[in-house]
């Protein structure tokens, strides 16, 4: 990726919550960086002058206390009593460096207050399930108006509910409400998370009215045909791919940073086939229709993925019957209980698949 050396602006928003304090820098362009952790402070530090806005603030928050740019090329938190460390990642599309500052709220607390944040923090084998779409993003729209983005976070919540009946397992959604969460974003949660498997949920449209059924796939950067090719891009539209694309020798249009990914994906491509062959039988199963079987597509919210990572297409929510089903608790249950056994029966197949060992989550203190 090449970096910018022109000034960059940086737009600033802090989001504080009872488990920790996130600083989002989303900057005008692609910039080299560096994290440097100091007494007291954490300073971001660029080679070229930049510009923040706002580019000061003041908090009350124990984690952290404020912010101020120094010398136009450091970003300098200050921050408090109730720090304890730090995680970052990125993000695409625009360029994101989101900083987590760790501590308790309230810089400490009761022994009850602390027990009670243990138990929140999810534990044994993490699994993150993805609610596809979401605020401004409503995705596909049936006949009768229901909407793609109702549908799957409903199918989240029923599966959450479903599989954290094992105490083993928990659950992780990429969004809670009604909002939007960058694709990139998706499975960076997956991955701060060391999730053992990505579940993307979402309802599928057609031309063809009488389209029915569903759909599972895994990442590949070349479709297994045009229908699984147009889906992927209408999905990737809606948050805006880049066009970072090459020729290939036999004359076809690729996506760079799709292919990077294919290859990442490479040594999980065994676990994501299976587990979308487990989803694809659960799902023919509970719904009654036929086979439309397993595909692969370039799938951006699959890219990132550091684990099994699939897609399903739940149903044809532009069939004006699958929609009326689809509207029926009883219908959205069989699709959570037939997508918790898949998960589950992958899950306990997990321990004969050959899997790369996943390191400990921890600080990253550069950039690119």
Known sequence: MALSTQSATVKIKVDPSRNGTRVVLTHSASVAYEVREEDGRLEVIYPTPMRAEPSAQSFDDPRLERYEVQDERRLVLFTGGAYIGYETFELRNPFRL????????????????????????????????????????????????????????????????????????????????????????????????????????????????GATGAETYFLASDSTDNEARTLAALENGASGVGDDTFITRDGQQRNLELVLWDLAQNQYMAESSVLAENMQIQLNKATGTRDRGVRQAPFRVLMGATMPAVLVEVGFISNPDEESRLRSDGHRDKIAQALASAVREFIADLGQLSRPVVGDRGSSGSGP
């Not at 138990?119 to 609610?131: A, C, F, M, S, W």
């Not at 049936?142 to 599989?163: I, M, N, S, Y």
């Open 98 to 209: 989101v900083i987590d500052l760790k501590g308790s709220r309230d810089g400490g607390g009761t022994v009850e207050e602390s027990r009670e944040r243990r138990e929140r923090e999810p534990k044994g084998t993490i699994l993150v399930i993805d609610p596809g779409h979401g605020g401004v993003e409503n995705g596909a729209i049936g006949p009768g108006g229901l909407q793609e983005k109702q549908v799957t976070l409903d199918l989240a919540k029923r599966l959450r509910e479903l599989l954290q009946g094992d105490s083993s397992l928990s659950v992780v959604l990429t969004r809670e409400d009604d909002r939007l969460v960058g694709l990139d974003e998706r499975t960076a949660i997956a991955n701060y998370n060391r999730a053992v498997l990505f579940l993307s949920i979402h309802v599928n449209a057609s031309a063809r009215t």
